[in-house]
Every structure is written in C-alpha cells, then in structure tokens.
Antibody, heavy 119, light 110 residues
Framework: QVQLQESGPGLVKPSQTLSLTCSVS??????????WSWIRQPAGKGLEWIGR???????NYNPSLKSRVTISLDTSKNQFSLKVSSVTAADTAVYYC???????????WGQGTLVTVSS | QSVLTQPPSASGTPGQRVTISCSGS????????VYWYQHLPGTAPKLLIS???QRPSGVPDRFSGSKSGTSASLAISGLRSEDEADYYC???????????FGGGTKLTAL
C-alpha cells in the first residue's frame, strides 16, 4: 500500500514562495496511470484542489491558482513537489498530497501539513 | 463559493438514516463520476464512495452513494456517533479541467 508524507516549512513570509514535498513510500511514483495531487484546506473552510501531475509530466491546475502554482516530479527521490509563489495570508492552510488513478478519486492521502503565511 | 453545492449541516439521531446532497452542473456531476470523502478533525480525508456508488474495501455498507443527472447523494443508514464528521463530494469538471469539491457538510449525531 502506497503511503504519502508531506514535508516543508510550517511558516512562510508574505510575498515569498511556499515549497512542499510529498515523499512516496511503498511503491514507485512512476507507476503508470496514477496522478499525484495537492489539495489544501484553509482553517474553517472546505477542501480545495490545487493541481496534479502525471508521470509523463503533464499537469492540471486549479484555474484560480494556476498563475502561482507549480507541481513537479522527482522520480530519483520518489517525490513530488508543490510551489506556490507570492503567498498571502489567504494561502494559510493544511496542505495534503494524495494520489489517484481516476479524476476526483484521492486515495491514499498524506497526513497533511499546516503552512502559515505570516511575517 | 464552491462549484458543487452541499448543505452546510445535517443531523440525525443514532440509528436514523441521513442523506447529504451534492448539486452540480452538466460539466461536472452531469458528465463525470462523483466521489465522497469523510473528514474527521486532525486526520486526512478518507475516500468513502468511489465512482458514484462504489464502496472501497473497509467502508461499511451503511454508507451508500447515488447520482441522478446533475445531483448526487450520500446516504448513511443506522447513524452512529462515530459518523460525526465533515463530508465532501468531489467530481472532475470538464469546463475547468480540474477537480471541484463541495463546500462540505458537517454531520452531527444528536
């Protein structure tokens, strides 16, 4: 069973770039037909899909975040990463990584990591 | 404002049957599968229903999903206190080329 674990700074200053990594264990990130996704949840709000990447390198992003988001794969480390540029307090959230083989289906998920944007 | 519309709250007494609705449009629910997630505070969301009405291994058969047109529903029969959680629906949206979630429904067992 694949397991995912998010890591990265818990505090980011406004206008800087948020960077998170999701480490995949129990299976190869190069497994065909799987998408590797990022999802976030601001405090007191619902889930928001950020984007996904396929093993081919093809990406899809939430249109509302597309101009600031980059998702990439590092197959040598069996990891994938998220970068969100020009962050503001509105980007404060618990960030989850997840995998899926069908659009909209996320299973499993990482445990989540809280990122706070504050000076 | 979420693309998929869910009631913000739902409640029921133990043993009761509760349903949670999820309303969308032709570009999401109307043309793609619907998924349901259960989210307990401090934990990762859990896939509850896959492809409109399929239960992943380990999910009790008290949980069931259905879809009709541009709407979907999650039903929980024999409500238990441990079912208290936030529930989210999700689907791919062809117009947005992305996944959209409902705003979530907080279920309370009275």
């Amino acid at each position: 069973q694949v397991q995912l674990q998010e890591s990265g700074p818990g505090l980011v200053k406004p206008s800087q770039t948020l960077s998170l990594t999701c480490s995949v264990s129990g299976g190869s990130i190069t497994i065909g037909s799987y998408y590797w996704s990022w999802i976030r949840q601001p405090a007191g709000k619902g889930l928001e899909w950020i984007g996904r990447i396929y093993i081919s390198g093809s990406t899809n992003y939430n249109p509302s975040l597309k101009s600031r988001v980059t998702i990439s794969l590092d197959t040598s480390k069996n990891q994938f990463s998220l970068k969100v540029s020009s962050v503001t307090a509105a980007d404060t959230a618990v960030y989850y990584c997840a995998t899926s083989y069908s659009s909209g289906q996320f299973d499993p998920w990482g445990q989540g990591t809280l990122v706070t944007v504050s000076s | 404002q979420s693309v998929l519309t869910q009631p913000p709250s739902a409640s029921g007494t133990p043993g009761q049957r509760v349903t949670i609705s999820c309303s969308g449009s032709n570009s999401n629910i109307g043309s793609n599968y619907v998924y349901w997630y259960q989210h307990l505070p401090g934990t990762a969301p859990k896939l509850l229903i896959s492809r409109n009405n399929q239960r992943p291994s380990g999910v009790p058969d008290r949980f069931s999903g259905s879809k009709s047109g541009t709407s979907a529903s999650l039903a929980i029969s024999g409500l238990r206190s441990e079912d208290e959680a936030d529930y989210y629906c999700a689907a791919w949206d062809d117009s947005l080329s992305g996944v959209v979630f409902g705003g979530g429904t907080k279920l309370t067992a009275l």
